[in-house]
C-alpha cells in the first residue's frame, strides 16, 4: 500500500470529517493498517519531518510572531533555524497572554486559538497556559491509536470496558473567552475521544457524570464502584499517569467496605453528594448481595493487597499509564497489586504536544522506550554532552544513539523551537525515528555549589536508601526535595512520607544512605569540605502528599495529569509550606 505522509494534516475541516466518518463506519481500528502507516513513515522520517515543518509554517506563516522573524513564506528547516529563535515559555508568555485576552489577531497560529491547556505546572508550581487546537487533538488520537495496534498485536483484548481512572478538571472561560483546562480535559471532552476509545474497544466503565465529576475525590470513589459493578468485563486498567492508579488503589484499601455496603444494598454512600454522579450511579447500582460476599471475602484473603487488581478484575490483560519518568517510583507498588499482570507504559507527550510511541509493549516499564512520530511534529535536540549554551541542536534522523540530549518542539499550536525541558536518551532507531528514553526534566536540579543532581539522581538515591531495611517494612510513599540555603553551609533536605512503623536507627542510616547515593563529583567533593552541610532526611506525616496533590487541584491542575514535585524550590512558597509544616521527625547525615 502506498503510504500517505499526512493522512490527517488536509486542513482542520476535513481532519474532523475523515476521522469521525472513518470511526463512525468503522466498528473497530484496522490494527495491521496502522502498524503498516506507521513503518512507511518511521522508514521515511527525514522527509516527513522537513514535510511537516512546510505543512506547520504554511498554515502558520501569516501569524506574526512568524511575520516578524523575516521567514518571508521560506519553510525548510535551514531558514527556518536561521530566522527563528529557540524559545522557552517564559519567552512565549506575552504573546500567549494576548490570545487568552482575546486578541482576534493572528498572533502564534494562521487560524484563531480558541482552546487554551493548563500543563499540569508540578515544576514551576503554578500551571502554564498553552495553545490547544484541533491539529493538537489529531496528533493526540494519532498518538493512542498507534500505541494501541502495537499493543494490541501483543496484548489482544475482548470487547469489554476499561477501569480507566481518568478525571477532567473544570473548563474555564479565560478573559477574551476562550475555553481553558488541563491539556488532558481538553482531550477526554473532546467528542473524537470517546470514538477513538470505543474503536480502541477501551470504552471506559464510568459514566461521563464520574469523569467529569466536579470533586475528583467522589469521582474515584465512583470510578472504583463502576470497575466492581462490572468486574468481568473489564479489560485492563489504565490512567494518564500511573500515579493515579496507585493513588486509586491505596483509596481502596481505605473504602473497600464502604464500596461493598453500597454493592450489597444497591445505595450510593451519603458521602457522594453531587446530584448529576449520583443519578448516574443510581442506574448502575442495584442491589447485589453475591457480588458483595465475593469483593469482601476476596479483600480478606488478600495479603497485605498484593494481587489485589487480578483478584478483583478476573480477566484484566494488563495495566496502562504512564509509568517512566517521575512516575518510575510507584511501579514497586503498581507490581505489588498487579502481581504478574503486564505493566505497559503510555506513550511520551506533554500539553506542548505528543512526542512518541511504546511500541514495543512488552518490555517492562522500567526500559521503556518512545519512538517519534515524525508527523506530529518538528523536533529537534539540543545535545547535553557539550556545552549547553553552544551546543547546536541536531534533527530528528541526526541524533546519536548513546547520548542525551533536550526536546525541542514545533508544533500546530503555535509553538516553534520551543524547549520542552526535559531531557532524553536515544537508545536506537525504529526504522529512521529514534526511540526516546525519558530521563528526566532539565531544571529539576539539586544544586548548591558545583553540584548537579537530577530528579534521576533523587529518584536513585531514595530507591536505594529505602532497599535498605525491607525486614522494617518501610514503604516510602512518596517523597520530594529541597535546597536549603537558611542554613550556612546551604544542604539538600529530602522529605519522605512513609508508611509502617520505623525505627530511628534505621531512619538515621536511610538518611545516611541518602547522603552517600548522590555520587556526582561535584557533590562529593563539596561534602568532603563542608562547603555543602549534611544531609537531612525530614519525615512527614501520613496524608501530606495527598494535601499537595489537593493544593493543585485547587489551584485547577487535574488529578490525571499530576506528578508530584520532586524537587520544590523557595519561591513555591505554598508546597514548601505544607510540606515544612507536616514534619514529624528529621535526621542530619553523619555520613561524611
Ligand atoms: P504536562 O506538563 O502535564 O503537560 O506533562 C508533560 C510532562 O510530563 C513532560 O514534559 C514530561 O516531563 C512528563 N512526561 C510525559 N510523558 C512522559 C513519559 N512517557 N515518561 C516520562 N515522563 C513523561
Redesign the pocket.
Known sequence: MKHQIFPSYCSCFNICRVSVTMIEKMELLDVDKLIEEFESMTKDAGNVQRETLKKILEENGCAEYLQNLGLNGRTDPESFKACVPLVTHNDLQPYIQQIVDGSSSPILTGKPITTISL???TTQGKPKFVPFNDELMETTLQIYRTSYAFRTREFPIENGKALQLIYSSKQSKTKGGLIAG??TTNVFRNSQFKNTMKAMQSQCCSPDEVIFGPDFHQSLYCHLLCGLIFREEIQFISSTFSHSIVHAFRTFEQVWEELCADIREGVLTSRITFPSVRSAMAKLLKPNPELADLIHKKCLGLNNWYGLIPELFPNVKYIYG?M????EPYLKKLRHYARDLPLI????????GWIGANVNPYVPPELAT?VVLPNIGYFEFIPLKENVEEAKPVGLTEVKVGEEYEVIITNFAGLYRYR???VVKVTGFHNLSPELK?IC?RNLMLTINIDKNTEKDLQLAVEAASKLNTEERLEVLDFSSHVDLSTNPGHYVIFWEISGEVRDEVLEECCNCLDRSFVDAGYVSSRKINAIGPLELRVVQRGTFQKILDHYVGLGAALS?F?TPRCVGSTNNEVLQILCNNVVKNYFSTAF
Open positions: 500543563s499540569s505546572g488541563t491539556a504512564i517512566t519518568g517521575s512516575m507504559s503510555a506513550d511520551y507527550g506533554s500539553s506542548e518512545y520542552l525541558g526535559d525519558f526534566r495529569q506528578k
